[in-house]
């Protein structure tokens, strides 16, 4: 399975120090040099930056399709219209997106899309984690993941933690 990142799935589980889930989840990461240059914006380390630099189950990409990024860059930032060429690029299976705009951009293109929430869910099925909730709380109390009351209630509902399960 070929499975493309954008920079949110990375820095979220890393500030929420559950990189590896990445590993146990998929095997293998691809990202485009733009999802590293992200990570290192700003001259700092962001969340991941070390832990990209450390796995040998993530390979970097030098996106080739020069003018597709640019017309994608319309409505989304370089980051995500890189990861979305490189999932055109290497045929992607999957597609790691959370921004809203960007997901629209990756399903128009035909890439099935899961975000960091739906990672965990996964993880949960498989018996990776034992409980989503706390990791929940960690998204959006260390991380500052916005997820509304709403959703963050329906996706408890779903892996069986909904108050009084």
Do not use: C
């Not at 055109?88 to 790691?96: P, Q």
């Not at 990791?135 to 909904?162: K, M, N, P, T």
């Amino acid at each position: 399975m070929i499975v493309v990142s954008n920079t949110s799935p990375i820095t979220n589980l890393a500030a929420i120090e559950h990189f590896e889930l990445f590993r146990r989840l998929f095997g293998q990461l691809h990202i485009a040099d733009g999802v590293w240059t992200e990570l290192g914006a700003g001259r700092q380390a962001w969340p991941g930056r070390r832990e990209v630099e450390a796995a040998p189950w993530i390979e970097r990409h030098l996106v080739q399709t020069e003018p597709l990024i640019r017309t994608l860059q319309r409505d989304l930032d370089r980051g995500e219209a890189e990861t979305l060429v490189l999932a055109l690029e290497l045929n992607a299976d999957l597609v790691l997106m959370d921004e809203r705009e960007g997901r629209r951009a990756a399903q128009r293109l035909g890439f099935k899309v899961l975000g960091v929430v739906g990672m965990l869910i996964e993880a949960k099925r498989r018996i990776l984690i034992q409980n989503v909730r706390p990791l929940l709380d960690s998204l959006r109390e260390d991380a500052g993941f916005y997820l509304s009351d709403a959703i963050y209630h329906r996706v408890l509902a779903s892996v069986g933690e909904a108050e009084g399960s």
